[in-house]
């Protein structure tokens, strides 16, 4: 028996490494890109960064998740809580929606209080704004802060979720930031119209129609009149596969609306890869079309997951569009991009904020070296 016992051992601990020199390669299952190789610069670090590059490129790793998950959920009676966690990373809501608790979580444990978020996201929208280029300033709101009545009524952190986002979204508001326009507030009114949510019922993100009105009012405030509710097309319903079932460990197929921008007398010029980084995430794109028809100038667009998924229904608007992801922060390459473009917008989901108001592109010592470069910049010019 304990030879048997001793032969499974050891073909559970030894099957991924089987795996890996037969050529198998994990796939990314979360709502992340996987973790880039970073070399040996980072020092000691190194190790742990090689140990998390490692492991999303595990063999078998989707399985090995799969079957844990089946045990918390069979076995036990419980969500799925994965790498050792008892917190699952996932909330089940009402008719058959979930919900991402890092979403939860992040409101109850903050990186910043609400009004020090606003207070940092006002300051780096006044940098650009004081330096003469156009900023939109936008936060996409979480599925959690547009539909908090599909969230379970027995949620054990409700009350700390609910006013740490109705504080955000108030100080927000009432901040009088650089070219903010209340997103949350748009998604909430036309949620309400049409009586549809506008969120995957899988997935963290928005669907294609929660994206729509997004960019609707992006370029309605950006230029008044281009947007034209006539080039607007539905394609039908579209197969996906949410991200959160996938932190479930079973991964799963749902149908969603899939709307599309439909500009034909646009057309594109170029697309360009403007670093390379893992994925080539950061581009830019250049279109031609008749007078009036495209955002003229350099517009420079800071995204995450949230704006990449509405990208192709942005594109077309813009006469010479630029996308950089907040998570490949470098000081001095934000700077530099701001510096070249005449329009910033800003693009950042909710949950992730805090996090980018404190320690990246929101930090006091990022905003205060963007002032200080774009102020010799102009006494330059």
């Given at each position: 028996m304990k030879v048997f016992i001793g032969v499974i051992c050891a073909a559970i601990l030894f099957a991924p490494a089987v795996a890996f020199v037969a050529g198998s390669r994990g796939a990314p299952i979360e709502n992340r890109a996987s973790v880039p190789f970073q070399g040996v610069e980072p020092g000691w670090r190194a190790f742990t960064e090689f140990g998390r590059y490692m492991a999303d490129r595990l063999p078998l790793r989707a399985d090995a998740i799969r079957a844990d998950a089946a045990i918390d959920e069979h076995l036990y009676g419980e969500d799925p809580a994965f790498g050792g966690s008892s917190s699952p990373r996932v909330v089940r809501g009402d008719d058959g929606f979930l919900f991402l608790a890092d979403?939860?979580?992040?409101?109850?444990?903050?990186?910043?209080?609400?009004?020090?978020?606003?207070?940092?996201?006002?300051?780096?929208?006044?940098?650009?704004d004081d330096s003469g280029r156009r900023?939109?300033?936008?936060?996409?709101?979480?599925?959690?802060?547009?539909?908090?009545?599909?969230?379970?009524?027995?949620?054990?952190?409700?009350?700390?979720?609910?006013?740490?986002?109705?504080?955000?979204?108030?100080?927000?508001?009432?901040?009088?930031?650089s070219g903010y326009l209340d997103l949350r507030a748009e998604l909430v009114g036309s949620s309400a119209e049409s009586r549809e949510p506008l969120y995957l019922r899988k997935d963290s993100h928005?669907?294609?129609?929660?994206?729509?009105?997004?960019?609707?009012?992006?370029?309605?405030?950006?230029?008044?009149?281009?947007?034209?509710?006539?080039?607007?097309?539905?394609?039908?319903?579209?197969?996906?596969?949410?991200?959160?079932?996938?932190?479930?460990?079973?991964?799963?197929?749902?149908?969603?609306?899939?709307?599309?921008?439909?500009?034909?007398?646009?057309?594109?010029?170029?697309?360009?890869?403007?670093?390379n980084l893992e994925g080539g995430f950061n581009r830019r794109f250049v279109n031609s079309a008749p007078p009036g028809r495209l955002i003229p100038g350099r517009t420079l667009l800071f995204l995450d997951s949230f704006g990449l998924v509405a990208l192709p229904n942005i594109v077309p608007f813009f006469e010479d569009l630029t996308i950089v992801r907040f998570v490949d922060y470098e000081p001095a390459k934000f700077s530099a991009l701001i510096e070249q473009a005449d329009t910033v917008w800003m693009l950042c989901v909710e949950r992730s904020l805090g996090y980018r108001m404190m320690a990246e592109i929101g930090s006091p010592e990022f905003v205060a070296t963007l002032q200080s470069s774009l102020t010799a910049r102009s006494g330059t010019s």
């Open positions: 979403a939860v979580d992040n409101a109850c444990a903050p990186h910043l209080p609400p009004a020090e978020t606003a207070d940092h996201l006002d300051a780096l929208a006044a940098a650009i900023v939109l300033t936008m936060v996409a709101p979480d599925k959690s802060s547009v539909h908090p009545d599909l969230l379970p009524a027995d949620l054990e952190k409700r009350a700390c979720f609910d006013a740490y986002t109705d504080e955000l979204w108030d100080d927000m508001a009432s901040g009088d930031i928005w669907d294609s129609a929660g994206a729509i009105v997004g960019i609707k009012s992006a370029i309605e405030r950006l230029q008044p009149g281009l947007w034209n509710d006539d080039e607007v097309r539905f394609d039908g319903l579209v197969d996906y596969t949410g991200d959160l079932t996938g932190l479930l460990g079973n991964p799963q197929i749902d149908q969603a609306p899939l709307y599309s921008v439909v500009r034909p007398d646009v057309v594109p010029v170029s697309t360009e890869v403007i670093d």
